[in-house]
């Protein structure tokens, strides 16, 4: 976090005594870095950890690969993503991003040029750093601020596997799903996860990687 430096001068003692003020810090890659998430299985809370793990364990099983994202996603990280996209994909004034309660994120969307007045150019600039730094620049909605994530009820994956795939549900019933797209986003594979209690976010193509609890 950056600092001023002020010297305050004692009426009884001379001396300068230099002290540190707390400065918002200007938004950018930097940022990416910090409040970090999860894409562990351990992070999820259960009984949703439990029913992940067993979907996770037959497409596997089946020839499958699971590429893991995102679990557990920090409040603090929801709140960076959510307004860093919404600058950048919606045209959001970075002058009206509201604070993040308390004093935990002292981040400052809206620069500042050299002479003192607002640098729209900059805001924007230090808005999509932390966009591409995340991944989400894909994203066709804006990472929630409250979401499964932050209750760790969610996984953002990709899955894709060749040929037929050969799966057993929840139940041991065996499934072939030969269909396309041969990806998370396949209807019978929706269908499959559903029955461990994981489930397919219901809007469609709009977040494709995010599986849930209850598909939200």
Do not use: C
Not at 78 to 89: F, G
Request: no cysteine; proline share 6%.
């Amino acid at each position: 976090m950056a600092t001023l430096q002020a010297t305050l001068t004692p009426t009884a003692d001379q001396t300068p005594v230099a002290v540190s003020v707390s400065a918002d810090e200007p938004s950018g890659a930097q940022w990416v870095g910090r409040f970090l998430g999860s894409a562990s299985l351990t992070t999820l809370a259960s009984p949703f950890r439990e029913s992940a793990t067993k979907f996770l364990d037959a497409v596997r099983a089946a020839g499958g690969t699971v590429q893991i994202a995102a679990t557990y996603r920090p409040p603090e990280r929801a709140y960076l993503m959510h307004w860093a996209w919404k600058i950048v994909k919606t045209g959001f004034d970075p002058q009206q991003v509201p604070s993040y309660p308390g004093d935990v994120i002292k981040i400052k969307w809206a620069h500042v040029s050299a002479s003192g007045t607002y640098d729209q150019q900059a805001s924007v600039q230090g808005a999509r750093a932390m966009v591409n730094g995340y991944g989400i620049s894909g994203l066709n909605v804006a990472p929630a601020l409250n979401s499964r994530h932050t209750q760790k009820l969610a996984i953002d994956m990709n899955i894709s596997w060749n040929g037929t795939l050969v799966i057993n549900n929840a139940s041991g019933t065996t499934v072939s799903i030969s269909s396309a797209p041969k990806t998370g986003m396949n209807n019978e594979l929706h269908t499959v996860g559903a029955t461990y209690g994981v489930i397919k976010f219901v809007g469609g193509s709009s977040d494709k990687p995010h599986w849930s609890n209850d598909g939200h």
